[in-house]
């Protein structure tokens, strides 16, 4: 075929997809938008939303190749920049946010040879899952996203998160699902599984109050994040605050089996066995190693007998009571025997 008629061609098949866009448009149902939605778009997402019509698929098409080129030649601040644009073009396609955190935190970070730059490329992650949770707040995806990479990836960088101030970054997003989940102004110290746990229950806050369905793993993921928390805490010889987050996760298992018993949530059926499955063994294991460090930790073991008895009761109110106390515990237990996630035996000195 001659130039001008695959012009001609190309130009017809763009004109049949903007009468498609608009067909599919009618069809859609319309959303129940505030009055001055439009007016509150920054000037970016005004034009993608209203100007490009049935071209923005073309030209997203093209800026995701763009940015997938400059990643492959090592450019990768301009292929942010080109990811930056995609997001304001498709702001409410919760899937764009997901990819711009995932390729910075994994895959740009890791091609970093410093730790330090590993560590802006992860941030620079999590900053775009948070911008995308301000863009699409009733995004379970997104929410449980943030929470799996702080969880997962966030291993790699604890003291830089324990050494950061995280109120001014993540609040804004927390205190739409629950104000008690915001992080004190100027508190530091809080580890990638404590920050982790916070998302996981706005994910969970979020689509109960939004009536959407999750996968039951996100709801057990609670407990066992405070698990690890307490196995960190405790490999690092901070055994008090151990004992307690401990504790803590052995209080949200019974929020768990509260949660199976109502039924309303749950995913499909299996989860049920699933679940329950889960909080024999984990529940289980917790309640033995906090046992154990009841002995070596308390002050008077007639106070540590009482706060086991209570615990293999399940009575975890008394054991709470117990706990509390922090005079009748010590803060650590030196020389102790403790084991990390992998079963390796170290040592405390």
């Not at 490009?52 to 450019?75: E, S, T, V």
């Not at 955190?101 to 775009?128: F, P, V």
């Not at 050494?163 to 004190?184: F, G, K, T």
């Not at 369905?213 to 605050?241: C, S």
Request: glycine letters at 6%.
């Amino acid at each position: 075929m001659k130039r001008s008629s695959l012009l001609a061609l190309g130009f017809g098949c763009l004109l049949a997809a903007q009468g498609l866009a608009y067909k599919s448009a009618s069809l859609r149902p319309v959303a129940d938008l505030p009055h001055d939605y439009y007016e509150q778009l920054p000037p970016g997402e005004m034009v993608g939303t209203l100007m490009l019509g049935g071209f923005r698929g073309l030209a997203i098409d093209l800026l995701w190749l763009r940015a997938i080129g400059a990643k492959k030649r090592g450019q990768y601040y301009e292929s942010v920049a080109v990811y930056d644009l995609i997001s304001r073009l498709q702001p409410r396609f919760e899937q764009v946010w997901e990819y711009m955190a995932w390729d910075m935190a994994y895959n740009i970070g890791h091609q970093m040879d410093s730790q330090q730059g590993k560590w802006s490329w992860y941030k620079a992650g999590l900053e775009a899952g948070v911008r995308g949770v301000k863009q699409n707040p009733e995004s379970f995806r997104l929410l449980k996203y943030i929470a799996w990479l702080l969880h997962h990836k966030g291993d790699l960088f604890r003291e830089e998160i324990e050494q950061a101030e995280w109120s001014l970054l993540l609040n804004p997003v927390l205190e739409r699902y629950d104000v008690a989940l915001c992080i004190p102004e100027g508190q530091i110290g809080l580890t990638h599984f404590q920050l982790s746990e916070r998302f996981y229950r706005a994910a969970v806050t979020m689509a109960h109050n939004s009536k959407q369905k999750m996968p039951a793993w996100v709801r057990r993921f609670i407990p066992l994040t405070i698990e690890m928390d307490a196995n960190y805490l405790r490999n690092t010889g901070r055994h008090y605050q151990a004992m307690l987050r401990f504790m803590d996760c052995l209080d949200e298992w019974d929020h768990v089996l509260d949660w199976m018993e109502d039924g309303s949530d749950i995913y499909r059926e299996a989860d049920k066995g699933l679940t329950l499955d889960s909080f024999r063994r984990n529940g289980g294991d917790v309640s033995r190693r906090l046992q154990n460090m009841l002995l070596s930790l308390a002050k008077d073991q007639e106070i540590a007998q009482a706060c086991r008895t209570a615990l293999a009761a399940w009575d975890l109110p008394k054991a709470r009571t117990f706990l509390e106390q922090a005079d009748v515990w010590h803060q650590q237990a030196p020389g102790s025997m403790v084991r990390w996630l992998d079963e390796q035996k170290i040592s405390i000195p």
